[in-house]
């Protein structure tokens, strides 16, 4: 968002660029790929829009891409930390439980012709979405802030008494 805003590319910024292909690389979907990509998209951005999952994800990583698109720069994981966690000897059995539990769901899962990516996902795209590098000059955007209600409500992650039961903090994994 910050850069939406005219502010300077940092490492932070290649975080949150980060999250959002961590998002494109799980679900198989470019991020807003149905909404036109305009300073209204940039605002709706800045007020905590973020692209929500098609599928079901472990907790773990719907919490590493909450992280990484935070709004406030200072609040996301650096590079280091990211790697650590995705480093295999960081994978608690927890972890991996989530992500079985995640697999199992999503392959009995009636929408599985969704799922089967590799195959070639189909989809629709908004007239005016756009994924090409293109300088974007928008005057007077919000202070980005995140969504009230990320992946609050949505039945996009493993059930909730199941990621209860598993929740890990990640400052846990001592990184």
Same mark, same amino acid.
């Given at each position: 968002?910050?850069?939406? $805003?005219? /502010?300077?590319?940092?490492?932070?910024?290649?975080?949150?660029?980060?999250?959002?292909?961590?998002? =494109?690389? #799980?679900?198989?979907?470019?991020?807003?790929?149905? #909404?036109?990509?305009?300073?209204?998209?940039? #605002? &709706?951005?800045? @007020?905590?829009? $973020?692209? $929500?999952?098609?599928?079901?994800?472990? @907790?773990?990583?719907?919490?590493?891409?909450?992280?990484?698109?935070?709004?406030?720069?200072?609040? $996301?994981?650096?590079? &280091?930390?990211?790697? =650590?966690?995705? %480093?295999?000897?960081?994978?608690?059995?927890?972890?991996?439980? @989530? !992500?079985?539990?995640?697999?199992?769901? %999503?392959?009995?899962?009636? %929408?599985?012709?969704?799922?089967?990516?590799?195959?070639?996902?189909?989809? &629709?795209?908004?007239?005016?979405?756009?994924?090409?590098?293109?300088?974007?000059?928008?005057?007077?955007?919000? /202070?980005? &802030?995140?969504? +009230?209600?990320?992946?609050?409500?949505? +039945?996009? !992650?493993?059930?909730?008494?199941?990621?209860?039961?598993?929740?890990? +903090?990640?400052?846990?994994? %001592? #990184?």
């Amino acid at each position: 968002p910050e850069i939406l $805003r005219g /502010e300077n590319y940092t490492e932070a910024s290649d975080i949150y660029s980060s999250g959002i292909i961590m998002y =494109e690389v #799980i679900s198989g979907l470019p991020p807003y790929h149905d #909404i036109s990509h305009d300073k209204y998209l940039a #605002i &709706k951005i800045c @007020q905590g829009l $973020r692209p $929500r999952f098609n599928i079901k994800v472990p @907790q773990f990583i719907i919490d590493l891409v909450k992280n990484c698109l935070d709004a406030n720069p200072l609040n $996301r994981p650096t590079a &280091k930390e990211i790697y =650590e966690i995705f %480093n295999p000897w960081s994978l608690t059995a927890e972890l991996r439980e @989530q !992500i079985s539990k995640a697999d199992e769901i %999503n392959n009995n899962s009636s %929408n599985n012709k969704i799922l089967s990516t590799n195959l070639g996902l189909s989809y &629709k795209t908004h007239s005016e979405a756009f994924y090409a590098s293109r300088l974007l000059n928008f005057d007077n955007l919000p /202070e980005p &802030k995140n969504s +009230d209600d990320y992946y609050e409500h949505n +039945d996009n !992650i493993i059930s909730k008494e199941f990621s209860e039961s598993l929740q890990i +903090d990640i400052a846990q994994l %001592n #990184i």
